[in-house]
């Protein structure tokens, strides 16, 4: 009877609330700003362009297809016609 007693009142028993300490952000002040040399602006440039580019590659790439492109169409036929001699090519090797 004593078990079931403590563990109802452990039950029971609330947890303690616990303080939460503020909340600490980063402040950076505000530093003088550094000159850009023509080079470091010329190399940003040219990695701005390239990511672009990477950009654009990696949507062409995932861009839904088009029925009009002739290789799905070549590809569906092969498929058909894959499909079709399914059952002749498993008679030919079941033998």
Partial sequence: MKKKVQRA???????RKVKKSPVRRL????APAE?????????LETLVKRFEDSEKAWQRMTA???DADPWTQVEEHML???????????KFFSK
């Fill in 9 to 15: 009142a452990a039950k029971k028993a609330a947890p």
């Fill in 27 to 30: 402040v950076l002040k505000a």
């Fill in 35 to 43: 000159a850009m040399t023509p080079d470091e602006v010329s190399h």
């Fill in 64 to 66: 839904p297809i088009d």
């Fill in 80 to 90: 058909e016609r894959r499909d079709g001699d399914s059952d002749r090519r498993w």
